[in-house]
């Protein structure tokens, strides 16, 4: 039954992301898992979690109350404190039957996600289906949803703009360093190794820019950004000596002071006088304010790239109106689709049925009168045995599914 789908889940929508790490099971198994199935009376189970969810997708007649996932979340958390199970009630979103389903494509087309439009959760999604089911959890009815929500996500990402715009400051800086025309063999200057610019320079050296020296106070993070992108690794404070020239400078470090001033950019020009570009994503900026004002410049600052990637992803948000009639279009097929299944499976003994009936009645019922028929005669009614075998397995089956259509 449709109201046997089930989901509890804890989202970004509800709780931070550090509270969310403690909801999600530690060293995840096969056994965990196996083990919170026969304690729950689940049929069937899906555990995804993600850097912005934990989700149990399950097959269970078991009645939900507040009571069960206490019990639920303690049994797979056994570390979790007083206070955080004392908060699940605020925390946990449960869903079951159509709303259950719906909750599901939702995930799976990334309408419900952090930033809206990351088609990432689509293969996370999908290899927790696929540990899921070589681990033996799943069955034929998460089968089924699994195989509709992809669906349901490709037609999404296929029909709406969901997608579109880039939501990262540091894609959105990539886009403007490529519309400046700066030459691929551009001499670029990276100061700082953080996370920011570990993005930074795999974008750089997939559009090929890889004269890149890499500044940082800790050299070794210098060295793995400079590998990353093939260039040249340096410490922070060598940028005070520093005489190659740029052409395209990149800033981007956790120091709260504007770093690069004057002084310190007057020695990087080392004489030269062409507009330089200037990428500064540091929150609080990392360039001088009278660097911008003083010197021949093209300035990209993180508060413009900012401003653009939340109108980007207020874009897309609106395009999630549109997912959501795709949805309940899905969610009308997936209904039909689930009786033809149960059909089909309530039916899969009848072929097996008739032919044992077809061999009561010629070995048994009406034996005697079959031994005096001559051979042509005999063949006959074989073949007309046949056919009615055949019809009367394809009758009942196409009679069913076309009262399920009508419905
Ligand atoms: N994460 C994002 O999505 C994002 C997006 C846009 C902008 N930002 C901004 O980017 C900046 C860095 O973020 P992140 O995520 O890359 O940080 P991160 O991974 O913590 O890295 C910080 C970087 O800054 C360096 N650093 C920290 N304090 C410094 C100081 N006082 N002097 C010199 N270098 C220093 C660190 O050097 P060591 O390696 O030596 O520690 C490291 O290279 C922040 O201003 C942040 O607000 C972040």
Request: hydrophobic letters at 40%; proline letters at 2%.
């Amino acid at each position: 039954m449709l109201e046997n789908y089930k989901i509890l889940t804890i989202t970004h929508k509800n709780t931070n992301l550090n509270k969310l790490g403690k909801y999600v099971i530690d060293d995840v198994s096969k056994e965990k898992l196996e083990a919170l199935k026969a304690e729950f009376g689940l049929d069937e189970l899906l555990y995804l979690s993600t850097c912005n969810r934990v989700l149990y997708f399950f097959v269970a007649s078991t009645t939900y109350n507040v009571a069960f996932q206490k019990a639920f979340f303690q049994y797979i958390n056994p570390q979790l404190s007083n206070g955080s199970l004392s908060c699940l009630p605020e925390i946990v979103e449960y869903f079951d039957g159509r709303e259950a389903l719906n909750h599901l494509f939702e995930v799976a087309a990334s309408m419900n996600s952090l930033v809206v439009g990351e088609r990432e959760i689509l293969r996370q999604l999908r290899e927790a289906y696929d540990q899921c089911q070589k681990w033996g959890l799943t069955g034929d009815r998460i089968r089924l949803a699994m195989k509709v929500s992809v669906e349901t996500a490709k037609e999404v990402y296929a029909n709406t703009r969901i997608g579109e715009k880039p939501v990262s400051v540091v894609s959105l800086a990539i886009q403007k360093l490529l519309a400046s025309k700066t030459a691929k063999d551009a001499r670029v200057l990276l100061v700082g190794a953080g996370q920011t610019n570990k993005l930074v320079s795999k974008f750089l050296h997939k559009h090929g820019f890889s004269n890149v020296a890499v500044f940082n106070r800790t050299l070794a993070k210098a060295e793995s950004l400079a590998t990353l992108v093939g260039g040249e690794a340096y410490p922070l404070e060598d940028l005070n000596t520093y005489k190659q020239g740029f052409d395209c400078m990149i800033v981007c470090t956790g120091a709260t002071r504007a770093m690069v001033d004057i002084p310190l950019y007057e020695q990087l020009l080392n004489g030269e006088t062409e507009e330089k570009l200037l990428i500064d994503l540091a929150i609080p900026n990392n360039i001088d304010a009278q660097v911008i004002e003083y010197f021949n410049v093209n300035y990209i600052e993180i508060e413009d790239l900012r401003q653009l990637a939340s109108e980007n992803l207020s874009f897309r948000e609106k395009e999630v109106g549109h997912g959501q009639k795709i949805i309940d279009k899905k969610l009308e097929e997936f209904e039909i689709l689930f009786e033809e299944r149960k059909i089909e499976l309530a039916m899969k003994e009848v072929p097996v049925e008739i032919k044992k009936v077809k061999a009561h009645a010629m070995n048994n019922v009406f034996k005697k009168e079959l031994e005096g028929l001559d051979t042509n005669t005999l063949d006959l009614l074989n073949r007309m045995m046949s056919y009615m075998e055949k019809r009367c397995i394809s009758i009942p089956m196409q009679a069913a599914k076309k009262g399920i259509k009508k419905l």
